[in-house]
């Protein structure tokens, strides 16, 4: 069956270091998204991307990044992670648009110290 | 970035009863709004979305009303059973350079008891 999976589930990193999470799907959807959840602030969008070799920022960019080489993956890398990064990251996918429905991976934790 | 006002944090109510959850939004543009519930360490899942072009959709016991003129719309869930118990989510839709996106609340925490 289609779907959209994450990795690594859980992850502890230490600040500073890089850290990629992946995401990848398989219902061949051009858009892509990834959020950031946090207790008191739902889903925040950090970047998303309409297909192959585009990508464009979100609300929380900074300290991000994300490239598109291919329509099933979208990895997000921190450059050079933060505490105040260690969060709940969520990928999401549609078909067509942002106005279309979009289908959430399980998540990553991660946890910066 | 445009806000999207979810009201309220948390609801508790008694198994049976209606729960209510009300959203506002501000980008005029904005044409699709979707509830998304979201169980303890799981992912959001969509449970019922709406377009502009429509006033009110049902799904047995959930439905939405949208009002674009005030621009608020809200989720009703009736007779509420305890695995109703979740993070509920609304979102609208808004432009973007490059298309859309969705912009979330910040979620109602739903409780029903038994």
């Known amino acids: 069956d289609a779907e959209i999976t994450q990795s690594p589930r859980h992850k502890i990193t230490e600040t500073g270091r890089q850290v990629t999470l992946a995401c990848h799907q398989t219902w061949n959807h051009n858009n892509m998204f990834w959020y950031r959840q946090d207790l008191g602030h739902g889903l925040r969008l950090i970047h998303y991307s309409y297909g192959v070799q585009d990508t464009n920022k979100g609300e929380v960019s900074d300290g991000y990044s994300v490239s598109r080489s291919n329509t099933e993956d979208l990895p997000l890398t921190l450059e050079s992670a933060a505490s105040s990064q260690t969060s709940v990251y969520f990928c999401?996918?549609?078909?067509?648009?942002?106005?279309?429905?979009?289908?959430f991976g399980p998540g990553t934790r991660l946890t910066v110290l | 970035g445009e806000n999207v006002e979810q009201h309220p944090s948390t609801l508790s109510v008694q198994e049976g009863d209606s729960a209510v959850i009300k959203c506002t939004y501000s980008?005029?543009?904005?044409?699709?709004f979707p509830w998304y519930k979201q169980e303890l360490g799981k992912r959001p899942q969509l449970i019922i979305d709406i377009r502009s072009n429509v006033g009110e959709k049902k799904d047995q016991r959930i439905a939405v009303t949208l009002n674009k003129t005030a621009k608020h719309f809200s989720l009703h869930i009736t007779e509420t059973q305890p695995e109703d118990s979740a993070v509920y989510f609304c979102?609208?839709?808004?432009?973007?350079?490059?298309?859309?996106?969705?912009?979330f609340g910040k979620g109602t925490s739903l409780l029903v008891t038994p």
């Open positions: 980008d005029s543009a904005s044409n699709y």
């Open positions: 999401a996918s549609s078909l067509t648009s942002g106005s279309d429905t979009q289908y």
């Open positions: 979102a609208a839709s808004l432009m973007t350079n490059s298309g859309y996106a969705l912009n």
